[in-house]
């Protein structure tokens, strides 16, 4: 990114950093947590610790950071390197991201940048002007991408509340600030486990490694009584309502489970998985020394605020995510899709000098499709 | 500790502490050795040892007799106490860890037992304290099913590869895991393993006692059939070689010494694939896991600080050093094999 359009981008988050320090959460227990934080065109600085949302609010304004983080974990001396911090326990975080979500919209906008000429186009394998195969890729989500990541996190919930009993006040949802949300989970039975029991808790959730005769089909001498209830609960209640379709369909599907036999009935569970299996990021729940994202930051992928949603469906992250004002900016935009913010229509651009409202402006320009002009 | 009656100490004898309990009985060790009476009692013991050594379970003679059982008690329990004293007396590691596997597996049954009687809450009751007290799991009784928190079932199924025992194969529900008496007890089987084997390893050696000679030689000759020879070769310090010795072995190494192979091979320019496949016999192999935490402390991952190999001081400290002559002089596993200039 050049001087100027950092420049640029430096003072539209000063502006933010000033005016919206309200939407910052410096996360509870301030003080035992690791932050961290990036400067445009720099590395990380990371192994800071804080006393409270003042020292924050100093570390925003001094540094006027791209990216701010924190970690969910809990540590005696968060200032100190990796191994000598002593963890003490973890939020429990979920990561679910529309990239992940193999969605067929996703080919209509993405655009991909050369790295090597900097020729911007659709072709995401290869450069049309100088072959090179080396592309960056940008995302400029869509609808699509939002409602299906709204539609994961709906089933994460359901689970975390009736399978592992966590009150829905310790459940909060985030924006991520570009393509997904972020889930954090507090106070629970899981704050001290480990990376590997947390792996266990993804399988779980995503609905993987599922025993055919957990499930009702058995190797030898099966029988149709073991095969679960519409009305149970836990994963055997969810996945007869993804096999049978309605209750009424029962007798007849395991009729047909039973006639094609248990090879047949693992590939039915597998299927399951991918259809009702929450599509989570593994690595980001298992890690327990990662630092996340800040609560009220702004995404510098996008220039959109990680903020929480209070009301996940009516939360509109292309409206209620975007912060920055309307004045007008004239830049230099090369941009073949379009795009919607606060319900307006932007694009496509194709190398053309514009004057457009300063929050759309921000968007282009994190996304590296836009210069100041 | 739990206050234990008779009938107790025989079922779970390593809960007892085996000086006050010899005391209360007015026996010493000597009079074991002399007595030759007592001395059938260490044929008792060692052969306790040797039906562990040979993989199976020691049968008992508690019987629901009562009249057998008030003299079957506590020679029960001296054959467990002075297998301990045999087994100190001849240093057999494999010995002990044979033994103490076969004692869990035999505790497992009585427990798996009391758990699930019905009859008698007291029995039920000592089981399920057995267990919080021992491995911090709540157990709880809802109709015919132990349910534990999710949590506590984690920490334990982890231990085990087979599908069965992940989360999504069990019935979950409000934050807990249901699980039958025997699934209950099993989930612990390890650790009471583990437990049984701190505790031998814990208790202090006895000088020899006249009359245990003949018994502790057996048990020595005994345990050659049992130790293999490992040839390793390469220039690993002792340390390190010992470390994947273990891990070949399918042995658990813990902790420490999983970071001091990790951070050994990843400093001598190993990449994280290339060590993975060390850790396949570790007895909670997980792929993603130690992936994940190779990544780790290899500084590839999130938090992006590299460790390094702890020193031969720190080492020794952790019982992980197995210093030789050519450790001389250096405070670095990494830089053993390195030719000093003289
Ligand atoms: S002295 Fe150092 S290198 Fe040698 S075995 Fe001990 S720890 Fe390893
Ligand atoms: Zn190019
Ligand atoms: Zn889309």
Redesign the interface.
């Known amino acids: 990114m050049n001087e100027k359009d950092i420049k640029f981008l430096e003072n539209i988050f000063k502006k933010y950093y000033f005016e919206h320090f309200d939407l910052f959460q410096s996360q509870e227990r301030t003080n035992q947590r690791e932050f961290g934080y990036q400067k445009f065109n720099s590395g990380m600085s990371r192994h800071i610790s804080l006393k409270d949302s003042k020292e924050l609010r100093l570390m925003l304004i001094q540094n006027v950071p791209s990216d701010v983080y924190c970690s969910n974990a809990y540590y005696s001396f968060p200032s100190l390197p990796m191994n000598e911090k002593e963890w003490l326990e973890a939020d429990l975080i979920f990561d679910i991201d529309a990239k992940d979500l193999d969605l067929p919209c996703r080919e209509k906008h993405v655009v991909g940048i050369c790295s090597q000429c900097n020729e911007i186009s659709q072709n995401k394998q290869k450069c049309s002007k100088c072959s090179s195969t080396k592309i960056d890729k940008k995302s400029l989500p869509c609808q699509i991408c939002i409602d299906s990541s709204k539609k994961e996190v709906s089933k994460l919930v359901e689970i975390l509340v009736s399978d592992f009993a966590i009150s829905r006040e310790n459940i909060q949802i985030f924006f991520s600030g570009n393509e997904g949300f972020h889930v954090y989970v507090f106070n629970s039975q899981f704050q001290n486990l480990g990376s590997r029991e947390r792996s266990e808790l993804v399988d779980y959730i995503m609905f993987k490694g599922a025993l055919p005769e957990k499930f009702g089909m058995k190797k030898f001498k099966p029988d149709r009584n073991s095969f679960p209830d519409f009305s149970e609960g836990g994963w055997r209640g969810r996945f007869s309502k993804f096999a049978y379709g309605s209750k009424s369909n029962r007798s007849k599907t395991i009729s047909g489970f039973l006639s094609s036999g248990y090879s047949n009935f693992q590939n039915t569970l597998d299927e399951a998985s991918n259809q009702i299996g929450v599509k989570i990021d593994p690595n980001v729940t298992m890690d327990i020394h990662r630092i996340f994202r800040l609560p009220g930051s702004i995404n510098s992928k996008s220039g959109l605020v990680k903020n929480q949603c209070e009301n996940l469906d009516k939360f509109q992250p292309y409206t209620d995510s975007c912060f920055h004002s309307d004045e007008l900016v004239e830049i230099i935009a090369n941009c073949p899709v379009e795009f919607k913010l606060k319900n307006k229509k932007f694009g496509p651009y194709n190398n053309q000098k514009i004057s457009i409202p300063t929050f759309a402006a921000v968007y282009l320009v994190c996304k590296n499709l836009a210069t100041v002009a | 500790m739990l206050s234990l009656g008779q009938d107790e100490i025989a079922k779970y004898p390593f809960l007892a502490d085996a000086g006050q309990y010899l005391r209360d009985k007015g026996f010493s060790l000597e009079q074991f050795g002399s007595d030759p009476d007592l001395k059938q009692l260490i044929i008792k013991a060692y052969e306790r040892i040797e039906v562990a050594a040979n993989g199976q379970i020691y049968k008992s003679d508690l019987s629901e007799d009562q009249v057998l059982k008030q003299s079957a008690l506590p020679r029960e329990v001296f054959s467990f106490l002075l297998a301990i004293v045999l087994l100190k007396l001849s240093n057999a590691h494999t010995l002990i860890k044979r033994f103490a596997l076969a004692e869990a597996r035999r505790a497992e049954k009585y427990l798996e037992r009391d758990l699930g009687n019905i009859s008698d809450e007291s029995k039920k009751q000592l089981a399920v304290k057995v267990i919080n007290d021992l491995f911090s799991i709540q157990v709880e009784k809802i109709e015919d099913n132990f349910v534990i928190?999710?949590?506590d079932y984690?920490?334990h199924?982890?231990n085990f590869h087979e599908?069965?025992w992940?989360?999504?194969?069990?019935?979950?529900?409000?934050?807990?895991v249901f699980l039958s008496s025997h699934e209950t007890v099993r989930l612990i089987r390890k650790e009471l393993g583990s437990y049984i084997n701190l505790k031998i390893n814990n208790s202090k050696t006895p000088s020899m006692i006249p009359g245990f000679e003949e018994y502790v030689e057996k048990l020595v000759s005994l345990s050659k059939k049992f130790s293999s020879v490992i040839v390793t070769t390469g220039e690993y310090p002792p340390c390190i070689k010992h470390a994947i010795e273990v891990l070949e072995k399918g042995e658990n190494l813990p902790h420490s010494g999983r970071f001091m192979l990790a951070t050994y091979l990843l400093s001598k320019g190993q990449t994280v694939e290339q060590i993975v496949p060390l850790f396949k016999n570790a007895p909670?192999y997980?792929e993603?896991?130690t992936t994940?935490?190779l990544n780790?402390l290899a500084g590839t991952?999130?938090?992006?600080?590299k460790?390094s190999c702890p020193s031969c001081e720190k080492l020794r400290t952790q019982s992980l050093c197995f210093a030789t002559s050519e450790c001389e002089n250096i405070i670095s596993p990494l830089q053993f094999g390195k030719r000093r200039i003289s």
């Open positions: 928190p999710i949590s984690i920490k199924s982890i599908r069965e992940k989360l999504i194969n069990r019935h979950v529900e409000n934050g807990l909670d997980n993603r896991v994940y935490q780790h991952s999130g938090s992006s600080t460790y």
